[in-house]
Each structure stands twice: as C-alpha cells, then as structure tokens.
C-alpha cells in the first residue's frame, strides 16, 4: 500500500487507514504466546480458562493506523491532529507530536469509537530502539510514554 501526496501549506498532515477485518484462529498451544503478545489481563485470562474443553480460539480484528507528519513549519495555533478521525479504535495526542524533543512525554488519549479506552495496553519502541515499552492508560488520562533518544530531537 503506498500513495503520494502534494501539500499545499505548512502544518501537521494527518493520515488515517482502515484495513478490513480478518480473522485469527489460534491452536490451544499458542494462547499463552498471543496472551504475552497482547498483554492480556486477567479477566481475559480468566475468561479462557472458563471455557470448557475442547476449547478453540477465533477472534475477528482490525487494524487503524494513523500518521502525523509536519509539513514546512509547524503553525503553533493550528490543532487539527488533535482531533479524532472517527478510527474504531484511535490513538489521539495532546499536543502536537511533531515539535516534541528527546526526553520530553508524549500524553495521549485512546478512543474506542470515541471511548475512552481506560486499562489499554499500548506498546511502543523509541528510535534505534529493539525492545518495546509497554503503558497502560488509565480513566483520567492517557499514557505519557517519553521520547527517549537524542534523535528524536
């Protein structure tokens, strides 16, 4: 998937994608690795472990990807990459992402069809990075993952 694009003024770009729903069918022996994976909870694990035996795991999901990038100078007054897109599940920021420097938070809301999504798990890995950094958000707020090296600046 590619596509080109020509900006006409300086600002922050938003760009939104949903693809379709696929569906997933895991083998009982996979399900702890996926529950890692997705760093399950425990209601989730519990419900899984209720389910009488055979058990078979067959989820339906979706993938929303969303990116910001700054076009020319970024204008201060503008805010239109704070606005959700409408995504079934969004990752929103609290301000704009584009002018933040190495060792400064990054706070984000996440929206489930325009939900606060409060205990998501949301993983991350910084620049020249290999391991990923989990945050969970909470119910006030969103997770406030930091920029964590000199070249993000």
Do not use: C
Not at 2 to 15: P, Y
Not at 36 to 46: F, K, T, V
């Amino acid at each position: 998937m590619g596509f080109i694009a020509t900006f006409s003024r300086s600002g922050v770009a938003v760009v939104g994608v949903d693809l379709k729903p696929r569906i997933l069918e895991l083998s009982p022996d996979k399900i702890e690795l996926y529950f890692r994976e997705i760093h399950a909870g425990e209601a989730l694990r519990m419900t899984w472990a209720a389910i009488p035996e055979p058990r078979r795991w067959r989820e339906r999901y979706s993938r929303h990807t969303k990116t910001l990038a700054r076009v020319g100078e970024s204008l201060a007054e503008k805010t239109d990459w704070g606005q959700p897109l409408g995504e079934a599940l969004e990752i929103i920021p609290e301000e704009n992402p584009t002018t933040l420097k190495a060792g400064e938070v990054l706070s984000v809301r996440v929206l489930r069809a325009g939900v606060p999504m409060p205990g998501f798990a949301l993983g991350f890995v910084a620049v020249r990075e290999i391991r990923e950094h989990i945050v969970f958000t909470d119910s006030m707020v969103g997770p406030k993952p930091p920029l964590m090296h000199p070249a993000l600046g």
